[in-house]
């Protein structure tokens, strides 16, 4: 029998040993996706922290400056890699629709951010997991366990705990009054909404083994000329402002946003769209810790509340998909001893 085994090929050997890995990577990817898109929640809250320093600068061109640092990042690594940016009419379609969305998302998050209660725009901002469950389940044709829609209500318990919009708690004395919000909610919206699309279009572009590389380099050409039109039809293009120190911001706008771009797509490539919008609410975690840390601020109870809800949605979220991927790998290889015996 020994002397069998070590007569064995070599490439059976390789193939096993090919196996193992495979089933490795598979048995990793719920905690590598989950890892993900915590990550690139945190860089996310990270990179609204730079736009808020930017005083000067208005949102387009942050624009501007934001999808040309994504260009250039992006550019050298595709000649390196000899990856090809043209395919089908189909897939470039989408590769199009994925840079309006993801501009349009950008800037319409920023003027309800600009022009309306903090509370009501984050609130409105976080629904996004609501609009990708009912996007995927109509394009994608993903099941919603009932897990994930019990999840779904908590998180955005929470998140409303933490916002307290207006329009629910009523205004404080802390909070100034805004005659009109109803064209900035609307915005808001329009950016969840513009959010959700991109999740999806993403999730499909994964399936379509399209590297991120090649859908960061179209989401800069399409944001670079979104941007540059509505800079030119908002308040006509105003930079350099050689010495302001809003332009070192707006260049770490743009490195955190493209490796916020990098995590969600890898992340998309491993689990579905709406799992990936849910975690990403642990964002707002993050906006907590940078608002203790940076500004002395400390939350109230009910914000720690809401915190503490999202964290344990995550929490579920990651073992629920541990377990359901530890489930399938066994039954993969119960089929597998099947097929050998």
């Known amino acids: 029998m020994e002397q069998d085994q070590a007569l064995q090929p070599l490439n059976v050997i390789d193939r096993n040993t090919g ?42 061109e942050i ?41 349009t998302s950008m800037v319409t998050r920023f003027y309800a951010s600009q022009n309306m209660p903090l509370g009501d725009a984050t609130v409105l901002l976080f629904t996004t997991p609501v609009f990708v469950a009912i996007l995927a389940r109509i394009f994608l044709k993903e099941r919603l366990h009932w897990i994930y829609s019990i999840l779904l ?27 009109n919000i109803l064209v900035p909610s609307l915005v808001a919206l329009l950016s969840t909404v513009a959010s959700a699309c991109n999740t999806v279009v993403l999730r499909v572009l994964g399936k379509s083994k399209i590297n991120s590389r090649v859908i960061i380099f179209h989401l800069g050409i399409v944001g670079i000329i979104y941007s540059t039109l509505g800079a030119h039809f908002d308040k006509g293009i105003q930079f350099p402002f050689c010495k302001s120190i809003d332009y070192v911001y707006a260049l770490v ?21 709406f799992i990936v919008s849910l975690v990403r609410t642990s964002g707002i975690v993050f906006g907590f810790l940078f608002q203790i840390i940076i500004y002395s601020l400390v939350p109230s109870a009910l914000s720690f509340g809401g915190a503490s809800m999202i ?8 073992f629920f998909n541990w377990f359901q991927y530890r489930k399938n790998s066994n039954c993969n290889d119960d089929v597998d001893k099947i097929i050998v015996k």
Do not use: W
């Open 153 to 179: 209500v908590l998180c955005l318990a929470g998140v409303t705990l933490i916002a307290r919009p207006t329009f629910i708690f009523g205004h404080p004395d802390t909070v100034p009054e805004y005659n």
């Open 311 to 318: 964290i344990i949605c995550n929490i579920i979220i990651f």
């Open 63 to 103: 624009g501007i400056i934001q999808f040309a640092i994504q260009l250039v990042v992006t550019i050298p690594t595709l000649i390196y890699s000899n990856d090809n940016v043209i395919f089908s009419p189909k897939i470039t379609a989408l590769l199009v629709l994925r840079g309006f969305g993801g501009a």
């Open 19 to 60: 196996q193992q890995r495979i089933k490795l990577s598979q048995r990793c990817r719920p905690v590598a996706g989950i890892f993900l898109c915590v990550f690139s929640a945190l860089t996310l809250v990270a990179c609204n922290l730079f736009v808020k320093l930017c005083l000067v600068i208005p949102a387009f």
């Open 253 to 273: 706008v743009g490195i955190l946003m493209t490796i916020t771009q990098k995590c969600m797509n890898e992340a998309l490539r491993m689990d579905r769209a």
